[in-house]
């Protein structure tokens, strides 16, 4: 019983982090974009958070520079269980057009865990309300 | 006593890695740092491995929101390189998406603007409008973030009838909304209140410092490239240069303000005057060994590319200056005597784009003069070799 009241809230209301990881801001906005009236991903449930305590959904976008690889381990790390990562663009993917550079590490699998991947350069906000809806239903 | 207080790389009031370190008196901040590299991706090198044309896309995802802004100064330096011309229509039709680029920059600025300030209706408000732009130049171009319109010589789509119609239409609507726009911005009295005075910025700083596009044209400098030193079609497009006299995050609303109303009038003027004939002429592949500066207005300054070649497919340098980097030297002279409660404000208001501006460091050595970047993992393996040498310090006192 208590187990299911869990998994139905856990469902009802995700709340999400946002992360650029040295993203080009594209898909960053299309993240915000997907939040405002158009989109309003609010509607269900979904509430962006500010810091990684809160949240229970990494939304993460780009490629994972060397930079700030570790401070991403360490996000990860703060986020409570259970918790989800979506990756967000062709960038978060497999690195798209920056692949090759020398100060990427090509993909967030390559640091951390990945339930969801959204393709798309940039994901359109549709595409990753889609994301987060099969993300919601792997639950 | 003073104190400093580190802000990011990933913190709520910043949507992308910075670090700022932050000197604070109380509440008054005395001094900024600013520090980069989180977004550092090393595109420049990036660029020297590409052909000419696979560059377009590479530089056009220097940055998402003036993506239009790279690609086409990137495109106009290939081209004196080229030496080709592209077509008038070809020309019409990159600025078109330039000016549309402008008008959804600064819609989206706006927005964050007054989320910053607290003022959330207003973000919901110009980010609803702001799918009207997206939705014409997804109609444009294809895409809603990348358009990649340009090609080496010219456009890669054209416009029919019934598009510049509905680009039209679109625009009636957005002029509406810019004006209501500008009325709240200018009347609302707990808004103003909130974005007067704060980080100022003089005229005589903001010429010392360098400072770029509206920043600095709401200092009352009047410097924009489309006017100082025209490129494209702009020689012939009437429009005028906005700049406000408050030196504040005021005079920075205003000024974009204006500048959607301008972009509106310039859009209007592209499309009435649309030339016929072809949109794009061929390029060749290979360039001529010589070197070109490329300047261009993007939304938020100066953007200057320097591209040097060498006779093959391949650029030999590709060097970019992106607005936001000459932005921040002011900032830290805007950060600098203001409260720390202003900090996402004054920050928001040169409205950064810290992917643009990233930079990696060379660390020159001081006996040789030797050159070299190195990994951070070497860098790390270093520091902890000297703190193994390094003598302990036996009269070492706790700094209180
Ligand atoms: S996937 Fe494309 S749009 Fe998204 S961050 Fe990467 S380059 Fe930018």
Redesign the pocket.
């Known amino acids: 019983m208590l187990q299911r009241i869990v998994r139905w809230s856990r469902k009802k209301s995700p709340w999400i982090l946002h992360l650029n990881s040295g ?6 906005i299309e993240v915000v974009a997907a939040l405002t009236p158009r989109f309003d991903v609010e509607r269900l449930g979904v509430l962006l958070k500010a810091t990684p305590r809160h949240a229970d959904v990494i939304i993460s ?3 994972v520079t060397r930079q700030i690889k570790d401070r991403i381990i360490r996000i990860y790390e703060q986020t409570p269980e259970p918790k989800f990562v979506i990756a ?5 993917m497999s690195g ?3 692949r090759g550079a020398y100060n990427i590490m090509g993909g967030l699998d390559q640091v951390i865990p990945v339930n969801i991947y959204v393709p ?4 359109r906000p549709d595409a990753i309300l889609d994301g987060v809806v099969k993300l919601l239903g792997t639950l | 006593m003073k104190f400093t207080v580190p802000i990011g790389p990933q913190h709520p009031a910043l949507k992308e890695p910075i670090s700022l370190r932050m000197t604070l008196e109380g509440e008054v901040i005395r001094d900024a740092d600013i520090r980069l590299g989180y977004n550092h991706r090393g595109l420049e090198k990036l660029a020297e491995e590409k052909t000419w044309l696979q560059n377009i896309y590479v530089t056009e ?1 220097i940055c ?1 929101i003036c993506s239009h802004s790279h690609a086409t100064c990137y495109t106009q330096g290939v081209e004196k390189l080229m030496e080709i011309e592209p077509p008038k229509r070809g020309i019409y039709l990159r600025f078109l998406v330039a000016e549309l680029e402008r008008v959804h920059s600064h819609l989206l600025w706006l927005g964050v603007a007054g989320h910053e300030a607290g003022f959330d209706t207003f973000f919901m408000y110009t980010w609803r409008d702001r799918e009207v732009v997206m939705d014409i130049l997804e109609m444009v171009s294809g895409n809603r ?2 358009y990649a319109i340009n090609t080496l010589g010219g456009v890669r789509r054209d416009i029919d009838d019934l598009q510049k119609k509905k680009i039209l239409d679109s625009l009636d609507f957005l002029r509406r909304r810019s004006e209501f726009y500008f009325k709240i911005g200018a009347n609302e009295p707990s808004f103003v209140a909130r974005i007067a005075g704060v980080g100022r910025l003089s005229k005589e700083d903001a010429l010392a410092l360098c400072a770029v596009g509206p920043t600095a044209r709401a200092s009352d400098i009047s410097q924009d490239v489309r006017k100082d030193d025209p490129y494209g079609m702009y020689a012939e497009v009437p429009f005028e240069v906005a700049t406000a006299t408050s030196c504040d995050v005021l005079g920075r609303v205003v000024v974009r303000v204006k500048e959607l109303m301008q972009s509106y009038n310039i859009i209007e003027f592209l499309l009435k005057n649309l030339p016929d004939g072809p949109v794009a002429v061929r390029a060749p592949r290979r360039a001529k060994p010589n070197e070109v500066v490329s300047r261009y207005e993007a939304p938020r300054g100066e953007n200057i590319h320097y591209i040097k070649s060498n006779g093959t497919d391949k650029p030999e340098r590709l060097k970019v200056r992106a607005p936001t980097l000459a932005n921040y030297p002011a900032t830290v002279v805007m950060l600098r005597n203001g409260f720390i409660a202003d900090i996402p404000l004054i920050f928001a208001a040169i409205d950064p784009c810290i992917c643009c501006a990233e930079r990696a460091v060379v660390l020159v050595d001081g006996r040789s003069g030797e050159e070299k970047i190195v990994l951070m993992s070497e860098l790390r393996k270093q520091a902890h070799e000297r703190w193994k040498k390094a003598p302990l310090k036996k009269d070492a006192v706790w700094p209180f």
Do not use: L, S
Request: with cysteine; proline share 8%.
């Open positions: 993203a080009c801001n594209a898909c960053d976008t780009g490629p967000v663009g062709a960038c978060a798209c057009v920056y798309g350069c940039p994901a | 995802r998402g973030v990348h």
